[in-house]
């Protein structure tokens, strides 16, 4: 799942090398609109669904629906799959302080994520379920974005709107 021109969407990129070798996915997608970015903020009739839907403890939920009500970060959306073989690989999807692990599919998981506006969300390799490195796409609208294969521990790094 290669994203034919990738390079409009570069620059919501932090980390160099986070693209998957030109033809080496399943199929091309159309590229995404310049100034697109790999997290949708919420809408405020959102943030109860989408707290409600953080991967992490009580407390920590709580936490971020404070801070979120002070105005001291924001929340977005973000949906990632496994884009080659379903065989168990996990990343760590952090930012603004919170982190969620999530078990990638081939079908798109949509999840919040708090972060910080400029500051990067990070998508850490966490667990290589099949031994041949954690492959991850993540989405733009209509359009698949595949990082490069991650090795456990191996992070990069998307902007924030």
């Keep these: 799942?290669?994203?034919?021109?990738?390079?409009?969407?570069?620059?919501?990129?932090?980390?160099?090398?986070?693209?998957?070798?030109?033809?080496?996915?399943?199929?091309?997608?159309?590229?995404?609109?310049?100034?697109?970015?790999?997290?949708?903020?919420?809408?405020?009739?959102?943030?109860?669904?989408?707290?409600?839907?953080?991967?992490?403890?009580?407390?920590?939920?709580?936490?971020?629906?404070?801070?979120?009500?002070?105005?001291?970060?924001?929340?977005?959306?973000?949906?990632?799959?496994?884009?080659?073989?379903?065989?168990?690989?996990?990343?760590?999807?952090?930012?603004a302080g919170f982190r969620q692990d999530v078990r990638l599919l081939h079908k798109p998981y949509t999840m919040a994520v708090p972060y910080l506006p400029g500051m990067p969300v990070t998508v850490t390799g966490l667990v290589d379920g099949g031994g041949g490195d954690i492959t991850v796409s993540v989405y733009v609208g209509s359009a698949v974005l595949s990082l490069k294969p991650l090795k456990t521990g191996e992070v990069v790094q998307i902007s924030s709107p």
């Design 1 to 95: 799942m290669w994203l034919a021109g990738g390079g409009l969407l570069a620059a919501a990129l932090v980390s160099v090398g986070l693209f998957g070798a030109p033809g080496a996915g399943k199929q091309k997608q159309p590229p995404a609109t310049a100034g697109s970015s790999l997290i949708r903020p919420i809408a405020a009739a959102e943030t109860d669904e989408a707290i409600g839907r953080l991967m992490m403890s009580g407390p920590e939920k709580e936490k971020v629906r404070e801070e979120v009500a002070d105005g001291k970060l924001r929340l977005g959306w973000i949906t990632v799959s496994d884009n080659f073989d379903e065989d168990g690989d996990w990343v760590r999807v952090g930012g």
